[in-house]
T-cell receptor
């Protein structure tokens, strides 16, 4: 079974703090996506990383794809209450381009004012 | 542009009743996915279609669950008979091979199902 393990599962921090969320697997992925889900809504894509070692920045969010393309991290600088939500990583094996993504269990982030 | 449309948004039913969830994917998308989300199990893929054909239904819990996609603009997920353990949020998502972001999935708002 191809799994993506996210850690931590839950994170509650104060506004202004930094945090890192990890997404790990024993499988190699051709690309990895990060989604954010707000209460009552479906997940929305934040970023896709494709190349091993790739780093992408989205304002205060920094995403990194591991050199071996088996893991990824999401770092948030100076977290704000608006960052509260469920963060999901999803891997695409690419081979055969099935369209199917493997989702992690998610990290629930709460940023308190 | 309209996103993925799901109906109903909320459904409350009694154990044993039939439940039908509906989804309209984004026009031009050739993949459609049905997911179930619970606190305990997270986001689980139930089944997905490519060009209206079911590709992988290994995530469907049991024979009480069935899904159809009669055309490119409509899909249903049916539970018959429903049980309390089916209570969850059901998401439909669609994607397009070869899009700007390969395999980016666009999710609907979900249907919150409660089986009493």
């Amino acid at each position: 079974t191809q799994l993506l393990e996210q850690s931590p599962q839950f994170l509650s921090i104060q506004e202004g703090e930094n945090l890192t969320v990890y997404c790990n697997s024993s499988s190699v992925f051709s690309s990895l996506q990060w989604y954010r889900q707000e209460p009552g809504e479906g997940p929305v894509l934040l970023v896709t990383v494709v190349t091993g070692g790739e780093v992408k920045k989205l304002k205060r969010l920094t995403f990194q794809f591991g050199d071996a393309r088996k893991d990824s991290s999401l770092h948030i600088t100076a977290a704000q209450p608006g960052d509260t939500g469920l963060y999901l990583c999803a891997g695409d094996h690419g081979s055969g381009n099935t369209g199917k993504l493997i989702f992690g269990q998610g990290t629930t982030l709460q940023v308190k004012p | 542009d309209a996103g993925v449309i799901q109906s109903p948004r909320h459904e409350v039913t009694e154990m044993g009743q039939e439940v039908t969830l509906r989804c309209k994917p984004i026009s031009g998308h050739d993949y459609l996915f049905w997911y179930r989300q619970t606190m305990m199990r997270g986001l689980e893929l139930l089944i997905y279609f490519n060009n209206n054909v079911p590709i992988d239904d290994s995530g469907m819990p049991e024979d009480r669950f069935s899904a159809k996609m009669p055309n490119a603009s409509f899909s249903t997920l049916k539970i018959q008979p429903s049980e309390p353990r089916d209570s969850a949020v059901y998401f439909c998502a669609s994607s397009r091979r070869g899009g700007p972001v390969n395999n980016e999935q666009f999710f609907g708002p979900g249907t919150r199902l409660t089986v009493l």
